[in-house]
């Protein structure tokens, strides 16, 4: 398993030791596939539940590991090594539970690291090009809404 540094989101150049100034900066919930790390905003998490019983879709892409309850809510959760490698994950331990207007979307990672502070917000991508044991900043939303859209849906 994979150890990722504690350093890769903080700049060297301008350390805080102030706790007032973490407060201010932007946060990211830092998870990982089998292969890499990667930095969701705060603001996209509502929160991560324990990988449970996943119910599988017959017919559904591979990016969908499957759909299941949470509290009474039925959650697509899709695959984020998937999605990005196009190989589903060996192993996944938890779902992040993303907000997507008043849907949720639940996104199958590994492991769940910790909330980081960062120095300046990173110019998020939908689609980040993986760089070794570094974090790399990700917009899960986009990232996964529009493997909840039909290609219909995606011309509008």
């Not at 990988?51 to 697509?76: D, K, Q």
């Not at 992040?96 to 590994?110: F, H, N, T, W």
């Not at 769940?112 to 760089?131: G, K, L």
Request: glycine share 6%; proline share 7%; charged share 25%.
């Amino acid at each position: 398993m994979k150890s990722f540094p504690d350093t890769s989101l903080t700049s060297t150049t301008t350390p805080s030791t102030s706790d007032e100034t973490d407060d201010l900066r932007p946060k990211v919930l830092v998870v990982a596939t089998d292969r890499d790390a990667f930095g969701i905003p705060v603001e996209q998490v509502r929160e991560v539940i324990r990988m449970g019983a996943l119910h599988w879709v017959p017919g559904s892409p591979s990016v969908l590991r499957g759909i299941t309850n949470v509290r009474g809510t039925i959650v697509t959760v899709l695959d984020l090594q998937a999605i990005l490698s196009g190989e589903r994950a060996v192993t996944a331990g938890s779902i992040v539970l993303l907000e997507y207007g008043s849907r949720l979307i639940g996104l199958a990672v590994r492991a769940v690291y910790d909330v980081r502070a960062i120095d300046e917000p990173p110019e998020f991508q939908s689609e980040p090009a993986p760089i070794g044991d570094h974090i790399v900043p990700l917009d899960a939303v986009a990232l996964c809404a529009r493997h909840l859209h039909s290609a219909d849906e995606r011309e509008r």
